[in-house]
């Protein structure tokens, strides 16, 4: 929903004898006219002048008139459309506006209204989780299709976990040759049957991954959206398919035995950084996600090693130590230009004042997090796990457990009443997290997604004064119906 509709009296229909026209750039107007061949208003024959009568115009304009990075205006009467904004990512998100009506007209008539929009949260996301069953490249891109119709802007791409590696890094072939392999179909039966990983030519072999070439395609292909891309590489724990292929890596040294990375070993460090190094040449994002979560520690507290480590750096617990390796590892990419996202357990140990929580357990992680002056994401699982059953569990595919409706995601709240507004200041979004243990095919993850992910983008751009469930109800039933 929109932050300001006004209605007016009559209406404008688009015919084909309708003309376009911009100011953008002849290399931006291409860039336009390739999208909108694959939307409701196909083939767009831009004129050279502005259009006058039976016209739509897509403009940039001066900050002073259309204020905001994301924000446009939308003028509809009789005798056409004027589509303004500051900036592209402006003109971009009209545009989605424009399509969205255009999809719920008949005859490609719309009313004549004035809009002026502009987003609550500059992080509107939705994370996949492409480890534990691999999606293609050509899934990527239809969920990306899908983002930018309804206005999300980041795509948190979870590409390794315990259950598979999933991109391609040069200087360690054996993370997809192998650690993106494994000899059972379903998680289920790995995860039962000795968890154990394969080479990629072996006849049971299950997986996949993206290759450097597959990554830049998706990636560009995003930006063309104005999506960007935060990619997560998991760290310390969830770890189990490098240390199957790198066993030195863990406190063992042995394959198969530990989950977490060995924080006592400069090689752990090493093998880090030159795979950060591949990531931070892919993509461009401002962020890299490395995990953080669910480490169990367990065998840092009897490993010479990491003892060894925590006594020369005067760190008293595991929790010090993880905090250690990640303040590290943050150093690195802040040397490199990059900030990091970490899920809340990043907090546990001390929390650099640079770092992003995205606050999963609960919301107690990102009020934490704001009130020590960190930025934060709000996706707890109460309202954000999307892998959730969405009706009674019998009439359901398989799930991970528990019970979140349409209408619970959308009651979500992501700034809570405790926080002043400077520090309401600090909540960057919300975003729909989705993991696939459960979830096999496409089809499965669909049905996952949507309608809910509607609800958290509409909580995302939609100033909370505008949100009505009914309204947003009958709008969410219409959109996944078009």
Not at 314 to 323: A, I, M, P, T
Request: proline share 5%; aromatic share 10%; glycine share 8%.
């Amino acid at each position: 929903m929109p932050r300001s509709v006004e209605y007016h009296s009559g209406n404008f229909t688009i015919s084909p004898e309708t003309k376009f026209y911009t100011n953008l750039s002849a290399e931006s107007r291409q860039a336009l006219t390739d999208y909108l061949e694959g939307t409701s208003l196909g083939s767009v024959p831009f004129a050279e002048s502005a259009t006058g009568n039976n016209g739509i115009e897509l403009n940039l304009c001066d900050s002073s008139i259309v204020t905001g990075n994301e924000a446009y205006r939308i003028e509809i009467d009789k005798k056409g459309i004027r589509l303004s904004a500051s900036t592209e990512t402006g003109i971009f998100y009209g545009l989605q506006t424009l399509l969205q009506l255009l999809n719920n007209s008949d005859n490609k008539t719309l009313p004549a209204l004035t809009i002026n929009d502009s987003p609550r949260f500059p992080y509107r996301g939705l994370h996949l989780d492409v480890s534990r069953h691999f999606f293609d490249k050509e899934f990527v891109k239809k969920q990306l299709d899908a983002m930018a119709y309804f206005k999300m802007n980041r795509l948190h791409w979870h590409l390794t976990d315990g259950a598979g590696w999933r991109i391609e890094i040069k200087k360690y072939p054996r993370l997809t040759s192998f650690a993106a392999w494994r000899p059972f179909d379903k998680l289920n039966d790995w995860w039962v049957g000795g968890r154990t990983f394969c080479e990629q030519d072996d006849p049971r072999a299950v997986g996949g991954y993206y290759t450097q070439d597959d990554i830049r395609e998706v990636v560009a292909y995003a930006a063309e959206r104005h999506i960007t891309i935060i990619p997560e590489i998991e760290m310390p724990g969830h770890s189990e398919e490098v240390l199957a292929t790198y066993p030195e890596l863990s406190c063992s040294g042995k394959p198969y035995v530990n989950a977490d990375f060995c924080i006592g070993t400069e090689k752990t460090f090493e093998f880090l950084e030159n795979v950060l190094l591949e990531v931070i040449d892919l993509f461009p994002s401002e962020y890299i996600h490395i995990g953080g979560d669910e480490a169990s520690k367990s065998s840092w507290k009897t490993c010479p090693r990491c003892q060894k480590r925590m006594a020369d750096e005067h760190l008293n617990s595991v929790d010090e130590l993880q905090s250690y390796m990640i303040h590290r590892i943050e150093k690195f990419l802040n040397d490199h230009g990059r900030k990091i996202i970490g899920w809340d357990e990043i907090i546990e140990g001390g929390l650099s004042p640079t770092a992003t929580v995205m606050s999963w357990r609960g919301e107690e992680g990102g009020i934490k997090a704001v009130k020590a002056g960190n930025q934060a994401i709000m996706t707890p699982g109460k309202y954000c796990y999307l892998d959730a059953f969405q009706d009674a569990p019998n009439t359901q595919p398989m799930a991970i457990g528990g019970y979140l409706t349409l209408e619970k995601v959308y009651s979500f709240e992501p700034v809570p009443d405790s926080l002043s507004t400077k520090e309401a200041e600090l909540i960057l979004g919300v975003q729909g997290n989705v993991w696939t243990e459960h979830i096999p095919t496409p089809e499965h993850y669909e049905y996952m997604i949507y309608p809910r992910i509607l609800a958290l983008a509409e909580i995302g751009w939609s100033p909370s004064e505008v949100k009505k469930w009914d309204n947003f109800h009958t709008r969410a039933l219409q959109a996944v119906n078009i």
